[in-house]
């Protein structure tokens, strides 16, 4: 990612022009502007010769010096190097590259790293990177860099990019790394930036399964200048960042060029301290020796895991230049120590040593139908427990770590097998799924590998657990049926495996217990009582606690609970304050409280009543030529009026007149004589299921007719 060149001039002559009339075969070494934080500044300690106080005739025989020694010292060497290496073309740049033989079984996983200049520069919060792009180009994994430390006043800043480079990259299923521009000259400092990136994963929540990398290199304005810290002040700074990375739990890794970790690192501790190393080495190879100090034997003895080959690569998705990283990444890892911790009925748990940097762990068990090991679990964890066997079984096992990179799973080497045996099992947990008032649905955990289950129930007369029936392995439910309504039960289960023509038998559960409902309620009667009450009654449920009034509201069409009867010596129910002329639909239903919840019985069946009518009011009468006309108030929901007259000579009211509108509230008798005092009551009715209700009788009224 380097950006722009920039020429040495001494004597008034450029050393770039003179370096062109150089001997064919002899290196022209091209020197590099950086900007500060980016990767790769630290390449130009192999490719940039200060020239200050040289002249050029020195310079270039200094140079020329070099690559003849390079030429003649590293041959043999580096010959048989590259008869060993293998080689692969690069997919984002026009470079073959070798690779070292030792690194011949690894998988090669390429990769790319990015800061805020993939992102739109300094403090930009996007990135410009199209990441499913750059996946189904062949990108699995990203170094991002997440914070840089000011290479003047020291200061450490975030990189603003970092969180949309790395949900990117999350989202297209390549893995990430994070990477903190280093330029700690302290082992205070080096803490200070690891500190500074976990606090940064903790605040953003990352999926980091990447090392955590420090970068080790010169800014532009050198606050890190290679060189100025002791080989042994440099590894401990190293090592202070990967000992915080390390006890958060993470994978550290440091970052440099071949000439850094040549003279400034002791990389045997870094090592030691499972701190891996990122090369930073833009070549065709890594061992390619360029001058006296960086040999080919010094160059061999770089034990890197990362290799960023260039910082020009052209990677879809993105529109310039990027850098760009192979990972050798060992696959060979062997799981160690599987062991049986426990063998109970019906499972096995095992545990295993924890392998090397593994994302997860596979579990496979040998399938004898298959004649292969079938994989039954993946977990992160070191252990497991395998419930799904057969009891009394021998089962043979092993396990073997795997990586999930850029979507892809790469495994490790398999554990030794390990056989272990199980016991009969035990039915743990059993429910009642459902009951009636004369049965109870039992259902129980599933016992893998079980031929079939025994279901007891107990008799309170022997007072003992009694065989009730046997089930097959294909049910793990059970109803039982006949029982008394509204009263206790007691259940146990056990399974048994059937071998050779024996069963074993697993432990019984433990005691269950389970209550049937109250029966059905019956013989609901609903009676009208006046225009503003219904009586309600039914027949006693055995056992039951109480009873539940429901009625039905006709607006919302669903019943609404009227009244709740605590004991079960009360078998009716008035409701009242109601509406008169109106029709009241209810249910009842028995309930018995039991171990602290209720149980309910079934609905009794739905039974209607109507209101009567209320009585009339305001009657009114007038007279004119030889009649009575007579008129009253209307009644709302009625189906008609009586109207009635009293007989002077037997003193009883007769009725004269049935209204069948209830819109019509008056009445003309015209069957009077003038001068004759006549008296009137009236009253509503309404037909309800081929009944009349009747209300009460209006007051009496009297008048004289003209």
């Known amino acids: 990612m380097f950006s ?4 040495h001039v001494i004597g008034g002559v450029i050393l770039t022009a003179a ?50 020694f390079s030429l003649l010292r590293a041959a043999a060497s580096y010959d048989d190097y590259i008869a060993e290496a293998w080689t692969t073309e690069g997919d984002y740049t026009d470079a073959t590259y070798y690779h070292r033989s030792e690194f ?41 860099r997440v914070a840089s430390r000011d290479t003047t006043d020291g200061s450490i800043y975030e990189d603003t990019s970092a969180d949309a480079h790395i949900q990117g990259a999350l989202e297209n299923d390549i893995n990430v790394g994070l990477y903190v521009f280093s330029q700690a000259l302290t082992v205070k400092e080096a803490e200070e930036e690891a500190d500074y990136v976990l606090e940064l994963l903790d605040q953003y929540g990352w999926d980091v399964t990447m090392p955590i990398v420090m970068d080790r290199e010169a800014g532009s304005y050198k606050r890190l200048t290679a060189g100025m810290l002791s080989k042994t002040k440099e590894t401990n700074i190293c090592n202070a960042f990967a000992n915080v990375i390390s006890d958060a739990g993470y994978t550290p890794m440091v970052y440099a060029s071949a000439s850094w970790f040549v003279n400034y690192i002791d990389q045997a501790s870094l090592e030691e301290n499972g701190c891996k190393i990122w090369l930073a080495r833009y070549n065709n190879s890594t061992d390619k020796q360029v001058n006296s100090t960086l040999t080919y034997e010094k160059l061999s003895a770089i034990n890197y895991e990362f290799w960023q080959y260039s910082s020009a690569g052209k990677v879809s998705g993105y529109s310039g230049k990027i850098d760009v990283d192979f990972w050798y990444k060992d696959t060979s890892a062997k799981t160690e120590d599987l062991t049986a911790t426990a063998n109970a009925a019906g499972s096995v748990t095992l545990e295993w040593s924890e392998a090397d940097d593994a994302h997860m762990y596979r579990l496979y068990r040998f399938d ?18 395998d419930t799904d066997l057969t ?37 743990e947990t059993i429910t009642a799924d459902s009951c009636t008032a004369t049965t109870i649905t039992l259902s129980w955990d599933e016992i893998y590998g079980a031929t079939g289950y025994r ?39 056990r399974a048994y495996k059937t071998l050779g ?19 059905k309620v019956k013989n609901t009667v609903v009676e009208t009582a006046s225009s503003t009450s219904v009586d309600i009654s ?78 009339v009011k305001n009657l009114k009468a007038t007279t004119k030529s030889s009649s009575v006309k007579l008129s009253w108030d209307k009644q709302s929901r009625g189906t008609g009026y009586q109207v009635y007259r009293l007989n002077s000579k037997t003193g009883k009211y007769e009725k004269i007149a049935t209204i069948k509108d209830p819109k019509t509230v008056s009445y003309t008798d015209k069957a009077v004589k003038k001068g004759t005092t006549y008296s009137y009551k009236v009253r509503a009715y309404k037909t309800y299921n081929g009944t009349n209700y009747y209300g009460s009788y209006s007051g009496v009224i009297k008048i004289k007719a003209k």
Request: glycine residues 8%; proline residues 3%; negative net charge.
């Open 368 to 385: 004898p139908e298959q004649n292969k090991y079938v994989a039954i679990q993946s977990t992160a964890d070191t252990s497991y427990t």
């Open 538 to 615: 039914w027949d006693k449920v055995s056992r039951a606690t109480g009873y539940q009034i429901y009625r039905l509201d006709p607006e919302t069409g669903s019943y609404t609970k009227l009244a709740t009867i605590k004991n079960n010596k009360t078998f009716a129910y008035t409701d009242t304050a109601l509406t008169s002329t109106t029709e009241y639909t209810y249910k009842v239903r028995a309930y018995l409280t039991y171990d602290g919840s209720n149980y309910y019985g079934g609905f009794g069946d739905v039974t209607s009543a109507t209101t009567k009518p209320a009585k």
């Open 455 to 493: 279901i007891y129930q107990y008799n309170p007369d022997s007072a003992k657990f009694e065989k009730l029936t046997d089930v097959s392995a294909d049910m793990t439910s059970f109803k039982v049926a006949g029982l008394a309504s509204a009263k206790e039960q007691q259940f146990k289960v």
């Open 391 to 427: 009891p009394g079984e021998t089962y043979q096992y092993k396990v073997r770590c795997y990586w999930t990179i850029g979507g892809t799973n790469y495994y490790g080497t398999y554990s030794d097998v390990l056989e272990a045996t199980t016991l009969p099992a035990k039915v």
């Open 19 to 68: 370096l062109a009339v150089l001997p064919v075969g002899i290196e022209r070494v091209q020197a590099v502007q950086v900007k500060d934080g980016v990767m790769g500044q630290s390449i130009e300690d192999e490719t940039v010769y200060d020239t200050s106080e040289q002249d050029l005739d020195t310079v270039l025989s200094d140079i020329i010096a070099r690559n003849t």
């Open 104 to 144: 011949a079984n690894c998988e090669l996983i390429n990769g790319i790293d990015v800061s805020w200049w993939q992102g739109g520069g300094k403090g930009s919060t996007k990135s410009n990177v199209n990441w499913e792009q750059a996946h189904d180009a062949g990108i699995d994994y990203v170094f991002v």
């Open 501 to 519: 023509g024996t069963n074993y038998w697993g432990t019984n559960s433990s005691a269950f217990a389970a209550v049937t409902k109250p029966a």
């Open 4 to 7: 722009g060149k920039y020429r």
